[in-house]
Structures are given as C-alpha cells and as structure tokens.
C-alpha cells in the first residue's frame, strides 16, 4: 500500500509550489512605467507609476499583445476622482471585477496607482491566473488628459517576467518590448484568440 501512494502523490503535487511571499519589480525606459509588486497569501499587490496624468495600464497577456489579455486601466479624472477598470482583450469591461484600486494619485509629471488582485480568480472566460512560471506583463500610459485614449506604439510594451519568481536583483531595466518564452501553468485553458 505504500509505494502505491507514494507513486499517487507524486502524480499530483504542484510542478511548481507557490512561494508564501515574494518581491519583484523592473522599470521601462529610464522611468516611463515601474512596476513592483509583493505576493502574500494568495493576493499580488502591484503599485505602477507612469511618466504623464494619463492612465497607468497593467494586463497579463498570453502572447504579449493585447489580445486574449487580462487588463486593469488606472487614473484619476479632472475633478480629483480615481477610476478603476477590470478589462479583457481589446478593453471590454469583465463581467466580474477581481482588480481591487487601493490608491491612485497624480503628482506634477507622473500617476501612480496601487491595486491588487488574487493569483486565481475562477474567472477563466476573462481573467488570466498568476501562475509560477514567466507570463507577459503588458503595460501602457495614456495621454494625458481624462478621456480613455489610445496609448499609442511609443506608450505600451510587454515584459516576460515570472511575478511569483522574480530575478535574484528583484528589478529589472527594459526599452520597449521584451517577449521571451511562453505563457505556461494555469489551470485554465490556454486563450486561443
């Protein structure tokens, strides 16, 4: 009986156990967008902080563009007020909000917002699950101003990066777009659009 479950758990222990806390983080472009996040207890918590008042951009992607991605659209309005977007694909609004805004503030040259989410939302049809193995980090800024325009080619990127296994020197310098690899390990199925 014991080497049967012996042979039984070896079939189903996780490839890759998750880590109970960790630390990351790169910056694009001299400073365009920084990225860091903190994972505990199942919960990621990510602040970006973007050059311009526009919108500050997040989203994993499965091919890093923004097709079949998860996206979360960060700012603030004209008047003071913060909005906060749980988005798929090409910006439709998901069905089931699992972005949480803990803080968004805009300075003279810069936004910065403070959100965070579940490694597994349950949410297969729109989300993408943070899983350990590297994903695609996509970000955009947009213009300044209000209104949800398009970033443009100079305001958007990818970063292939594992967010539960991040480099040993936690931070990370990109210039534009950095697409190594692929996206592997969710229990959802792989986003074929």
Known sequence: MWPIFITLFATIAPVHPLPSHVRGGFTINNGQYVLTWEVRGGIAYFRAVAKGNGYVGFGLSPRGTMEAS???LS???ANGSV???DAHGAGEMDAKNNYELIHAMEGPSYTEVQF???LHTSDCADDIEIVNEPQYVIWSIGPDGDALQTHGPQNRGAVLVNLLNPPIFHSQH???DTKLGQ???SMC????N
Do not use: E, Q, S
Not at 189 to 192: A, L, W
């Open 189 to 192: 199925p792989p986003k074929t």
């Open 116 to 118: 965070y989410r579940p």
């Open 70 to 72: 998860d996206l979360f």
């Open 174 to 176: 990109f210039t534009g």
């Open 83 to 85: 909005y906060a977007i």
């Open 183 to 185: 996206n592997m390990g």
């Open 75 to 77: 700012g603030m309005h």
